[in-house]
């Protein structure tokens, strides 16, 4: 997928004729309007998107530069990638952009932290805080690196493994440790069911409960949720305990906003994570000289146990962990609304326009990275640091006042999750195997990605 998204050899406008055309017929004066085009008729590029929305943004930025303007999700929306139209809505130092996520993740994942705004957001933001605290992070990293030594033993050997479905099932499993409790029994599978069926009903094209349908089984599934953590807030607050859960009620937050984020935090927390596990995985399996950098460096520490500090020295994994988000971003579009009229680089923005922040795009420049295509950890190390090259290079997590709160726990669990398998296994991938990407939401691999995993 990085070549194509670099020099542009797939095309996938459906060879529909450009037809440019400004946003505005006349801006206010000053500003310049927003250049671009619709694509087809009623669709726009919808069906671009859902073929390869990373080949899509690059090839608009290519067209049109870093604004512009194209049609999808039945209305306009406003793409913005490169250095200086990046920092103006990341920053949003005039608040002129809220979040519009509601639409793609309502009623399932009803306020979030991620889908509130400005004080409220920076309210709710500072309260979570305690929860990230260092000493909060050493005690995720002990559940994180006890369950994948634990669960990597059962995968089979010297067989071919769906290596997405597997990575995927173990950062639930990681996900419900930290986020749930270890004691749920049968129970534990019923709520992972429910939260998977939440991630799929936001993707449902009819918004209906209809019988049978993604949509309904999300809305029971979010139900599901909210039960359990009801009755788990009430259980804690009476016999608190050493777990996320106890640290946000003595935080102060209300049981409603608990729910709420306790079920945000869940999503947020698998599906990004599978994505990049996966793209590790790939990568570190079509580069055997990376994945036996990173094995010599993980056994050298004996059979002790993985500590915080032990994971923060394993610096090979951490340059494979950021190299994977780069060339493959989680979340390739950053969704903002413009609240009022206002600008982004000398271009004149409009009020309630969706906005796109490619931060795929941004990966993916040369004018930041040297041979971006190329799988090459060691750009994010010192001296290089390319990733210095400008705050908005590189954004996985987001950037500015929304910028992800668990960006430090996302990187304990891939780093965990990658050394667990290093220790275990071998695996190579033949050079002309290219993992195929589907995106009807996050990147996935449609074919599951197989591996063969060899004992060590």
Request: one cysteine or more.
């Amino acid at each position: 997928m990085s070549r194509r998204i670099v020099d542009g050899a797939r095309d996938v406008s459906l060879r529909v004729p450009p037809r440019p055309r400004p946003l505005t017929a006349s801006p206010p004066n000053g500003l310049k309007a927003v250049p671009g085009e619709r694509g087809l008729p009623l669709a726009g590029h919808l069906l671009g998107g859902l073929l390869d929305a990373p080949a899509l943004q690059m090839q608009l930025y290519r067209r049109h530069g870093a604004v512009s303007w194209t049609h999808a999700f039945g209305m306009r929306a406003i793409m913005v990638a490169g250095a200086e139209a990046t920092h103006a809505v990341m920053l949003n130092k005039d608040q002129s952009f809220a979040n519009d996520l509601g639409r793609f993740f309502e009623p399932f994942f009803h306020r979030g932290l991620l889908l509130l705004d400005f004080d409220e957001h920076f309210a709710h933001r500072r309260l979570m805080n305690v929860a990230f605290t260092r000493a909060r992070l050493a005690r995720y990293t002990e559940i994180v690196t006890t369950v994948s030594a634990d669960e990597v033993t059962k995968w089979p050997a010297g067989e071919q493994v769906l290596a997405y479905p597997a990575v995927k099932q173990l950062s639930l499993d990681l996900i419900a440790e930290i986020f749930m409790t270890g004691s749920l029994g049968a129970e534990r599978t019923r709520l992972l069911d429910a939260m998977l069926d939440c991630t799929d009903g936001r993707l449902a094209a009819i918004r209906l409960p209809m019988p049978g349908g993604k949509y309904r089984a999300g809305v029971r599934g979010r139900q599901a949720l909210q039960q359990y953590y009801r009755n788990a807030i009430a259980e804690r607050r009476s016999r608190p305990r050493d777990d996320f859960l106890s640290t946000m009620i003595s935080a102060g937050f209300d049981d409603d906003d608990i729910v709420n984020h306790m079920i945000f935090l869940i999503m947020a927390g698998h599906d990004t994570t599978a994505t990049t596990a996966a793209t590790a995985v790939y990568h570190l399996g079509k580069n055997p000289e990376w994945q036996q950098r990173a094995r010599e460096e993980s056994l050298a520490r004996g059979d002790a146990a993985l500590d915080l500090v032990g994971l923060e020295k394993l610096t090979t994994l951490d340059l494979v962990v950021k190299e994977a988000l780069r060339l493959t971003a989680p979340v390739p579009s950053l969704m903002r609304k413009s609240v009022k009229d206002t600008e982004i680089a000398g271009f004149f923005i409009p009020k309630d326009h969706l906005i796109m922040v490619c931060d795929g795009v941004n990966h993916h420049l040369e004018e930041f990275w040297t041979d971006p295509a190329i799988f090459d950890p060691s750009r994010f190390a010192a001296p290089r640091r390319e990733d210095n090259s400008h705050r908005m290079a590189w954004i996985p997590f987001g950037a500015g006042v929304h910028k992800c709160i668990g960006i430090n726990l996302g990187t304990i669990q891939l780093v965990g999750m990658l050394d667990a398998l290093v220790r275990r296994f071998s695996w190579t991938l033949p050079q002309d195997y290219e993992i195929p990407w589907g995106q009807p939401s996050l990147p996935y691999p449609v074919d599951g990605l197989p591996v063969t995993f060899r004992p060590m």
